[in-house]
Structure formats: structure tokens, C-alpha cells
Nanobody, 124 residues
């Protein structure tokens, strides 16, 4: 599966933004999907994950209550709704797909396919 993330941009603190991740190829519904981000000079970090099947979601503590992940399997698309954005949310955001079981969803190494990233900049 190939992934393409989009929707990034420059916003002010407190604003909202919605990222999209569109998949091409078959089998999108069979993958667990995740969002990661990487700020300048920092390691890539887990943002959230949405399971295949149940659609259950899991989030990093830093975004819990502000970010929401959803997916539309018919459109092969995953979304990241980001509310109450903070300057520390500034990063390149990546979407990724995995067949890994639930215990490994927070580790980037367990994701098999990656999108190219979209830059989110939050000004104070």
C-alpha cells in the first residue's frame, strides 16, 4: 500500500487542522493505521493509532483529548483532527500502516508503509 499525507500548514496556537492520509493499492481495511510526528532535532514520536476492524483508537498522552483519529475504509483514507493546537505540536506528521498486533503500535519500527509527511507549524 502507498500512503500520501496532506493537510498541513501554518496555524496559530489554539487553531484546528485536519490531516488526511490517502492510501492507494488494496487492503487498506486490513491495516492498522498510525500517525507519527517528528519535530526538528527530535526523534519521530507516536501520535495515535486506529485499529483495523474495530476502529478503536489510541493516543499519546501529549495529544489525548485534543486529537482525534478516524478512518473511512471505503475511501481508503485516514484523518487526524487536531484541535487546540500548541506550538509544541509543530512537526512533520507522517501516516503509516501496520499489520502489527496492538502491543507494538507505538513503535515506528513496527509500521511497514509510510507516507511522505506533511508539515504542521503552530505559531504562538
Amino acid at each position: 500500500v502507498q500512503l500520501q499525507a496532506s493537510g498541513g500548514g501554518l496555524v496559530q496556537a489554539g487553531d484546528s487542522l485536519r490531516l488526511s492520509c490517502i492510501a492507494s493499492g488494496s487492503g487498506f481495511s486490513n491495516y492498522g493505521m498510525g500517525w507519527f510526528r517528528q519535530a526538528p532535532g527530535k526523534e519521530r514520536e507516536f501520535v495515535g493509532h486506529i485499529r483495523r476492524g474495530s476502529g478503536a483508537t489510541y493516543y499519546a498522552d501529549s495529544v489525548k483529548g485534543r486529537f482525534t483519529i478516524s478512518r473511512d475504509n471505503a475511501k481508503k483514507t485516514m484523518f487526524l483532527q487536531m484541535n487546540s493546537l500548541k506550538p509544541q505540536d509543530t512537526a512533520v506528521y507522517y501516516c503509516a500502516a501496520t499489520m502489527t498486533v496492538l502491543s507494538g503500535i507505538r513503535q515506528a519500527v513496527n509500521y511497514h508503509y509510510w507516507g511522505q509527511g506533511t508539515l504542521v507549524t503552530v505559531s504562538s
